[in-house]
């Protein structure tokens, strides 16, 4: 449920009503807005059965109202206005498009100090690079894990990029969040409850990827269980899901972005490098997801993907980056948006 306050009510009124909230074992979570401070209760309801109408009898207090939702927190019901979410210079989700990108996986020095160099200097706002690899197949590259965190850490320093980088277990959500400035969730951990909730705890933005099969409403169920840990950094991001479809390496949601935008105030980005596997069908996605509303796009980026140790057929060479940031800039000022970085992206 949501608890209103009335305008001009007291700091001690609001506290007497957080207070209430504890006494009865649940959580208040509070938005200040300009107009007006509503605080989110959830928990078992049921077992509080009165608690809406002793609240609304309370000193300051203008009225209660449940949320209809199953997902309370990520909830339009529970705020209007649109999260933003920041991260070093970046601002995701407050009317620009934000770029991330970088290699799936950090290969190497040399690649990744190249990549970091070319994504920054085309206008991309995150380094991206995966240390930690979930791989299908145990035979597949897994990742350099700490060395390669520690490369991301030098990259991030000489370009100023933040880093964005997978966390894929609880058990290295302490390590992995020392060196990232945003926690990656993947599409098969997307329902990994207990990793959602150590990697909210570490208070960093947390993007989090649609699982392969999840509905909207699991994924916005998902993000409520990083928002519950007093964590509201989540960025959501559509990555295709499976469907019939083989000839594409998933299905890319588009219906997903106009959709969460009117359930959530929370950010979605767009990633088609996942959504399509395929490198030729990365531009065309791009301009199709932004002009539907997408805050942002994650894409991979190799300095030669036909070398990749992981997903080059996805990836983007540098010069091909630097054209989807020129055709998606174009779309951008369409819909009378910007590019995060304008200034950096040649047409
Ligand atoms: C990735 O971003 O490299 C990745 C593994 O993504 P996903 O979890 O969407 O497959
Ligand atoms: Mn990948």
Request: hydrophobic share 40%.
């Amino acid at each position: 449920m949501m608890v209103i306050m009335k305008p001009g009510h007291t700091r001690e009124q609001f506290e007497d009503v957080m207070n209430r909230i504890k006494e009865e074992g649940l959580e208040g979570h509070p938005i200040v807005g300009v107009e007006r401070t509503v605080i989110g209760v959830v928990g078992l309801d049921r077992l509080h059965p009165e608690l809406a109408d002793d609240l609304e009898v309370m000193p300051g207090v203008d009225t209660t109202v449940q949320i209809s939702s199953p997902y309370k927190l990520s909830s339009r019901e529970f705020k209007r206005d649109d999260t933003v979410v920041a991260v070093g210079p970046a601002r995701i989700g407050e009317g620009t498009v934000t770029v991330i990108a970088g290699p799936c996986a950090v290969e190497s020095e040399e690649q990744l100090m190249a990549t970091a160099r070319a994504v920054k200097q085309h206008g991309a706002s995150l380094l991206r690079g995966g240390a930690f690899k979930p791989r299908t197949s145990p035979y597949g590259f897994r990742g350099l894990e700490e060395d390669g965190l520690k490369l991301l850490q030098q990259a991030s320093r000489e370009t100023g990029l933040p880093v964005v980088t997978e966390v894929m277990s609880e058990n290295t959500v302490d390590l992995v969040a020392r060196y990232a400035d945003v926690l990656q969730i993947g599409t098969r951990n997307a329902q990994n409850f207990f990793l959602l909730e150590e990697a909210a705890r570490t208070g960093k933005p947390v993007l989090l990827k649609r699982g392969m099969s999840s509905s909207v409403q699991d994924w916005l169920l998902a993000a409520e269980y990083i928002l519950n840990k007093g964590n509201r950094d989540v960025i959501l991001c559509e990555r295709g899901i499976r469907t019939f479809e083989t000839a594409t390496r998933n299905t890319m949601d588009i219906n997903a972005i106009p959709l969460v935008k009117e359930l959530s105030h929370l950010p979605i980005i767009a990633d088609p490098s996942h959504g399509t596997g395929k490198m030729k069908l990365v531009e065309p996605v791009c301009l199709g997801m932004v002009a539907a509303g997408a805050d942002g796009l994650i894409l991979e980026v190799h300095p030669t993907p036909e070398k990749a140790l992981c997903d080059g057929a996805q990836s983007l060479t540098f010069d091909a980056f630097a054209s989807v940031m020129a055709s998606t800039a174009k779309v951008a000022h369409a819909i009378g948006k910007r590019m995060e970085r304008e200034a950096a992206v040649t047409a």
